[in-house]
């Protein structure tokens, strides 16, 4: 009985949309032609994202098990480019006293500079607070970079991850590295920053 109702309402609708279509033609026409204008560019924006995503997928992608199984320092390269994949001009600068940057670069989108710390570990060993926090600490001093990420193939602790939150540190975790690097998705989109807002 309800499902017939809402079928005679949905009916009544239509008619009485309708017949004020037909009335103020001279108002629904310009709506009508707003609105597919609209909806063009809506699409046209998803189709260009989406094939910008997949030249990325085609120019550098890696697998999760890839990354696992590679070298630590190849690892820190590997990020680099998947930070040059994404506009990003990186430089692999982790060596002995680099006070925790392992790459670095300057994002013309957002007009900043990033510090990255890499940490290639295994599933049982987790990112602790303390290497967030000297992230933290060099960033400005040593490489003047306000934006400030730790990339790893495993997780964060509890205590990590609510000192990032506080001190505004991105987290890539090993959810979010498939997302960037094996998906494609774009690292600005993975960590839900933009240029008003990073």
Not at 2 to 24: D, P
Request: charged share 25%.
């Amino acid at each position: 009985m309800a499902w017939a109702l809402t079928l005679l309402a949905l009916a009544w609708l239509g008619t009485f949309a309708w017949r004020l279509s037909i009335t103020y033609w001279y108002l629904v026409l310009p709506a009508l032609a707003v609105t597919a204008f609209g909806a063009d560019r809506y699409w046209r924006s998803l189709w260009a994202a989406e094939q910008e995503r997949r030249r990325r997928v085609a120019s550098y992608s890696l697998t999760f098990e890839q990354m696992r199984d590679m070298h630590w320092r190849d690892f820190e390269v590997a990020v680099m480019y998947l930070m040059r994949c994404d506009g990003i001009d990186a430089e692999h600068t982790g060596k002995t006293g680099d006070f925790s940057g392992d790459v670095t670069g300057y994002d013309p989108a957002l007009d900043e500079r990033w510090m990255v710390q890499v940490k290639h570990y295994n599933p049982n060993n987790r990112v602790r607070s303390d290497d967030v926090q000297k992230v933290s600490g060099a960033a400005w001093p040593i490489y003047q970079a306000r934006m400030k990420l730790v990339v790893t193939t495993s997780g964060y602790t509890r205590d990590a991850r609510a000192f990032s939150a506080k001190a505004g540190v991105h987290l890539i975790d090993k959810t979010a590295l498939i997302r960037w690097a094996t998906d494609g998705v774009h690292l600005h989109e993975v960590l839900g920053i933009t240029a008003d807002s990073p």
